[in-house]
């Protein structure tokens, strides 16, 4: 499964939380996914909802980068951002942090 379809998955299951605007109060964000061997997607919050949507976003908050596989791996927890990170097999420009707590809010979704 590529790590499109994965994020659309936990997207789907944040929409159905009762709880999700609270979670994602005041964070307005867009992140732009880029798969050196997939299509590009992004994801973005607004105004407490989470959107997934294919292609690329102008001014996005942060741009990760890195194999379907590795990034697959990150969002269903098989593999730490942070080591894939220091590693080199995932790179990340612009607000840094802003990608880390996507990262953190995605986990809460795999639950």
Same mark, same amino acid.
């Given at each position: @499964? ?7 998955? %936990? ?6 939380? =009762?709880?999700?605007?609270? !979670? ?9 996914? *880029?798969?050196? #061997?997939? /299509? =590009?997607?992004?994801? !973005?919050? *607004? ?5 997934? *949507? !294919?292609? !690329?976003?102008?001014?996005?908050? &942060? $741009?990760?980068?890195?194999? #379907?596989?590795? %990034?697959? #791996? ?6 730490? &951002?942070?080591?894939?990170? @220091? $590693?080199?097999? %995932? /790179?990340?420009?612009? #607000?840094?942090?802003? &990608?880390? /707590? %996507? $990262?953190?809010? @995605?986990?809460?979704?795999? /639950?």
């Amino acid at each position: @499964m590529g790590s499109f379809s994965i994020i659309s998955e %936990l997207v789907e299951k944040a929409k159905s939380l =009762p709880n999700l605007s609270g !979670e994602l109060s005041g964070f307005n964000k867009s992140f732009q996914i *880029k798969p050196s #061997d997939s /299509k =590009p997607f992004y994801v !973005e919050i *607004k105004d407490g909802t989470i959107n997934l *949507k !294919e292609g !690329e976003i102008q001014g996005a908050s &942060a $741009t990760v980068m890195g194999t #379907d596989q590795v %990034l697959g #791996d990150i969002f269903t927890g098989k593999q730490d &951002a942070v080591k894939a990170f @220091m $590693t080199g097999q %995932l /790179k990340v420009s612009g #607000d840094i942090f802003s &990608a880390q /707590k %996507l $990262t953190s809010i @995605m986990s809460k979704f795999r /639950k």
